[in-house]
T-cell receptor, first 112, second 115 residues
């Protein structure tokens, strides 16, 4: 089975800090995604990548950037964390043969 | 752009009762429709997927969903709820984007199962 690993389960940061959320997948998938999950809003797409060094903005990219230097790793960067970025962040990779997403367990980020 | 509406943020059923979770998509028929489930403290996992091969789709754990184009709906059902079905359920659609499809999710419906 595909494994998607997010480096931290819980993270607490201060306002203004630069934050890195790391995600690694082991199935050589080209497409990877970052979502944030908030109660009542479901999952909202922040950024996605369809190849190394290729990225596209999702629906809510403001305040975020991403990095994809290697196929297996997709990083989400909060340049200057703000309290409204407190959320659950979910990384996913996609099997192109059936459009199935495989998710990591999530990182609960708290910005104080 | 595609959008997904899930009717009811919370649904409560008794064990053994029918489960019905509602989902409507925007007017254009998407290439794919999905239901994902999220158990506590876990990521999402795929329950089932519609790809136009059949309007009634069977998934894991006894769930199924029916695609109805005339109603732009893709409701999820299970004849008899188990306590282990308590989770959050997300309806999703695919949308064409650069490099392939991206997946758009609804707001989710939390299912409670009473003993």
């Amino acid at each position: 089975d595909v494994k998607v690993t997010q480096s931290s389960r819980y993270l607490v940061k201060r306002t203004g800090e630069k934050v890195f959320l790391e995600c690694v997948q082991d199935m050589d998938h080209e497409n990877m995604f970052w979502y944030r999950q908030d109660p009542g809003l479901g999952l909202r797409l922040i950024y996605f990548s369809y190849d190394v060094k290729m990225k596209e903005k999702g629906d809510i990219p403001e305040g975020y950037s991403v990095s994809r230097e290697k196929k297996e790793r997709f990083s989400l960067i909060l340049e200057s964390a703000s309290t409204n970025q407190t959320s659950m962040y979910l990384c996913a990779s996609k099997d192109p043969t059936n459009e199935k997403l495989f998710f990591g367990s999530g990182t609960q980020l708290s910005v104080l | 752009a595609q959008s997904v509406t899930q009717l009811g943020s919370h649904v409560s059923v008794s064990e053994g009762a029918l489960v019905l979770l509602r989902c409507n998509y925007s007017s254009s028929v998407p290439p794919y429709l999905f239901w994902y489930v999220q158990y506590p403290n876990q990521g999402l996992q795929l329950l089932l997927k519609y790809t136009s091969a059949a309007t009634l789709v069977k998934g894991i754990n006894g769930f199924e969903a029916e695609f109805k184009k005339s109603e732009t709906s893709f409701h999820l059902t299970k004849p008899s709820a188990h306590m282990s079905d308590a989770a959050e359920y997300f309806c999703a659609v695919s949308e064409t984007g650069t490099g392939g499809f991206k997946t758009i999710f609804g707001a989710g419906t939390r299912l409670f199962v009473k003993a």
